[in-house]
């Protein structure tokens, strides 16, 4: 097994569905001829809608999203994947194995691709792995599912408002740090950035918030639950 593949040999011991692997079969996996490691700058699209599935991807460093974008070029995010997560796995085995949405690397990123065929020879070898795998594919599809619904049934106000309280509860000041572009909080909440750019304006002249480039203050209150500020 060559150095870069032994630096991920213990992420990849930690990830669920490998942690029924002993240490001689997870070497082989990552010694197999059949896998590839590739590397992905910030920002370059790893699938295209449409694009075939034929592997299943472990993501070994990095921050991957799954994204729709228009026809107008507006992103909409509805999830982001990082280290240790595993990709593809739900589609893969499909009979109609396309990406339905692209897929792209926010940050640098290590992916580790596994062919159809070496899963399935994992599968056949060890039937702790098949289980997990198949829990790995309910799992991410149920949430991709609860995060489209999540998406179509909000209105944009409480999208917003579902991510102050977040903040609020996570930096534990009513003044929340943004820690990203309105543009790429926009994508976050999926939604245009001039439509969060109006709902803003709009919750200010109510007396709910105040803002400025690098933050969004609250004030008032009630709309923030289990708030005490």
Sequence with gaps: MGIVLSHYFEAMAQIPIFSSLEKDELKHLLSSPQRELKEYGKGQI???????????????????????IDENGNILTIKIFSNRDVIGANLVFSGRNEYPMTVTSLTRSTILHLPKQLVLEICKGNELFMNSLLKEISNKTLILTDKINEIIMKSIRQRIVDFLDYEFHQQGSKTIRLRTTKKELAERLGIQRASLSRELSKMKRNGLIDYDVKSITIKNMPFIKNSNV
């Design 46 to 68: 790893i699938y295209l809608k449409y694009d075939k599935c034929n592997t299943m991807d472990i993501i070994l460093e990095g921050k991957i999203a799954i994204q729709s």
